[in-house]
């Protein structure tokens, strides 16, 4: 049975990395909290924060999204929550600093900053002074809004960040964490991590997808480049089996168009699943026995619109994910879940990582809110579990996280069973 902390490592090291000290956290970038409470002179600020981070090869935070703004004011409502209220903690200092080029404000990276959230001190937008400004801005805890601080001392928390490594292959909102294979239409994602065929399995789902199917050439290639972009050329872990007539077929159903088996392969009694040679240019296939631990390259179809959290109706078989899983998990979100009339709604706990203290998956009879609670989840121990309603077709989903600190949030499926 794959174990959570299995689980948690496949995922964390299929999606990144960071140096000693700094944490993975949201969206593939690496961060670390520099000074806590630190008493700032404005003057000072941009300075400072850019020499320290500079000395750890990052930069101070940026936000260029209401996403970025909401992960960001969890961070510092979790650290003034943490020292009970206490205004001199959570107020998270920005990377913002005069241009050198022309008069007007910029994050240290370079960047224009093209997003500003309701609230933020107007002059964000006015003429700074290039020879010395003597102003600094922090994000507000309380509200999300950035604010000036000029000439005067102001306790902020500095944070240094480690931007994600721009990827060989484009980024898509519809793929998420996934590589998008734009002449295809699919996701793929290769986790680093070796793992046997049942493990790679419960961990592509928990991805919302399955291991691997190929079926052209380009597919192969796209596939092996990912793979020799992390440094796996040892082998990796493609989504087929053997069937009872001990005929190979893919996992995820699709039709079996193309192969690409080595010279003399498969052979027999070497085992029921298949593996692609990486070291080799043209990845060629050969089988191997099930229990043989190598990377595993997951495929997901691509999503017809971006991740959403708008309250709609979802219809059974959605794999449904907290906001950011698995990189952020401090944004809430509901789900209603709906099946047939006549029927009751099953859902299953694909994966819940979740601070015992703080965060709650909350699921919940009917549509409203206060309806009677079926479950109330937190923690890390119920994964694979089963939950129903008792006599409604509709099931409420309620991610609850208080912060979300270093964990991954949810991942839940759900069908329809019989009364």
Not at 185 to 206: I, K, L, M
Not at 216 to 235: C, H, M, P, W, Y
């Amino acid at each position: 049975m794959l174990t959570v902390a299995l689980l948690a490592s496949l995922l964390y090291s299929a999606l990144a990395t960071c140096p000693n000290g700094f944490d993975l956290m949201y969206g593939g970038e690496c961060i670390k909290q520099d000074n806590k409470c630190y008493d700032m002179y404005a003057p000072d600020g941009a300075s400072i924060a850019r020499s320290n981070c500079a000395s750890q090869r990052a930069i101070p935070v940026y936000i260029k999204s209401q996403e970025d703004n909401d992960y960001w004011l969890s961070v510092g409502r979790t650290d003034r929550a943490i020292w009970r209220g206490d205004p001199a903690y959570g107020n998270i200092l920005l990377g913002i600093e005069c241009s050198k080029s022309y008069p007007y404000y910029k994050w240290m990276d370079g960047s224009d900053i093209d997003f500003v959230p309701v609230g933020t001190d107007p002059t964000i937008n006015n003429q700074c002074e290039q020879n010395g400004d003597y102003c600094m801005w922090y994000l507000n805890p309380v509200d999300g809004a950035w604010v000036k601080v000029c000439n005067q001392y102001q306790y902020v928390d500095m944070y240094c960040v480690i931007p994600k490594s721009p990827s060989p292959y484009q980024i898509d909102q519809y793929c998420g964490q996934f590589d998008i294979n734009q002449d295809e239409d699919v996701c793929y994602q290769v986790g680093a991590t070796p793992a046997n065929w049942t493990e790679a399995n419960s961990v592509c789902r928990s991805w919302g997808g399955q291991v691997a199917s190929i079926h052209n050439t380009q597919d192969n290639s796209f596939i092996r480049r990912l793979a020799v972009n992390k440094g796996l050329i040892n082998g990796l872990m493609l989504g087929a089996a053997t069937n009872s007539k001990n005929v190979f077929q893919w996992v995820d159903g699709t039709s079996w168009d193309y192969q690409n088996f080595a010279s003399g392969f498969p052979i027999d009694g070497l085992g029921g699943c298949m593996a692609m040679d990486t070291n080799n240019i043209n990845g060629p296939w050969i089988n191997l026995d099930c229990s043989t631990e190598l990377p595993f390259a997951c495929i997901r179809k691509l999503q017809q619109t971006p991740p959403r959290c708008d309250g709609t109706l979802r219809t059974e078989g959605d794999i449904l994910f907290s906001p950011g899983f698995p990189l952020i998990s401090a944004i809430p979100c509901d789900f209603l879940l709906e099946v047939p009339p006549g029927m009751l709604v099953e859902v299953e706990i694909l994966f819940l990582e979740a601070n015992s203290c703080c965060d709650h998956l909350i699921l919940s009879e009917g549509s409203l809110g206060g309806g009677p609670v079926i479950a109330d989840l937190t923690g890390d121990t119920n994964n694979g579990r089963k939950f129903r309603t008792k006599s409604q077709n509709i099931m409420r989903a309620s991610w609850q996280p208080n912060g979300g600190v270093n964990v991954m949030g949810m991942m839940i499926t759900f069908n329809a069973v019989p009364m």
